[in-house]
T-cell receptor, first 109, second 111 residues
Framework: KQEVTQIPAALSVPEGENLVLNCSFT??????LQWFRQDPGKGLTSLLL?????REQTSGRLNASLDKSSGRSTLYIAASQPGDSATYLC????????FGTGTRLQVFP | GAGVSQSPSNKVTEKGKDVELRCDPI?????LYWYRQRLGQGLEFLIY????????KSGLPSDRFSAERTGESVSTLTIQRTQQEDSAVYLC?????????FGPGTRLTVT
């Protein structure tokens, strides 16, 4: 059974810091891995999708890497801003998504 | 362009009543998923539709839960004889080539 773990569970940093959020999964048989952000009381916003054949994806200040053989992904956020405050979720997929429990990020000015 | 939409955004119902939640996926997306998120917990898969294939119902928590999808269009999730533990945010997502796009969710409160 696929299990997805995210560490840390919570993170509070001053504005401007570079951050690394970690995601690990137990079964490497995945089609893709997706990173989302969830703002309080709102739905999920897709940030990055990494196909199983890819090693990384970049979008603006975000970079996600995937090491399928070791069952790990990292989300790197450069030059963090208060607007980045949210819960970040990783999810792995064969068809349905299996979600981690998230990292709650707070960036303070 | 239009994203995934869900209705209602909020629903309060009495224990024992039936509820229907609606999802309108992104036009052209062949796959549609339902998830739920109970307070303080992670997202749980409920059911998955892909084209004309039989749906994957493996995540439905009990036979009180059912879902239908009309072709590659709207889907309804029905919960019969609601219980307090059904209180959650119900999220719908659609996809075409793997990346899933989520709607804003329906917050269901069973009193």
């Amino acid at each position: 059974k696929q299990e997805v773990t995210q560490i840390p569970a919570a993170l509070s940093v001053p504005e401007g810091e570079n951050l690394v959020l970690n995601c690990s999964f137990t079964d490497s048989a995945i089609y893709n891995l997706q990173w989302f952000r969830q703002d309080p009381g709102k739905g999920l916003t897709s940030l990055l999708l990494i196909q199983s054949s890819q090693r990384e994806q970049t979008s603006g200040r975000l970079n996600a890497s995937l090491d399928k053989s070791s069952g790990r992904s990292t989300l790197y956020i450069a030059a963090s801003q208060p607007g980045d405050s949210a819960t970040y979720l990783c999810a792995v997929s064969l068809d349905k998504l299996i979600f981690g429990t998230g990292t709650r990020l707070q960036v303070f000015p | 362009g239009a994203g995934v939409s869900q209705s209602p955004s909020n629903k309060v119902t009495e224990k024992g009543k039936d509820v229907e939640l609606r999802c309108d996926p992104i036009s052209g997306h062949t796959a549609l998923y339902w998830y739920r998120q109970r307070l303080g917990q992670g997202l749980e898969f409920l059911i998955y539709f892909q084209g004309n294939s039989a749906p994957d119902k493996s995540g439905l928590p009990s036979d009180r839960f059912s879902a239908e999808r009309t072709g590659e269009s709207v889907s309804t999730l029905t919960i019969q004889r609601t219980q307090q533990e059904d209180s959650a945010v119900y999220l719908c997502a659609s996809s075409l080539r793997g990346e899933q796009y989520f709607g804003p969710g329906t917050r269901l409160t069973v009193t």
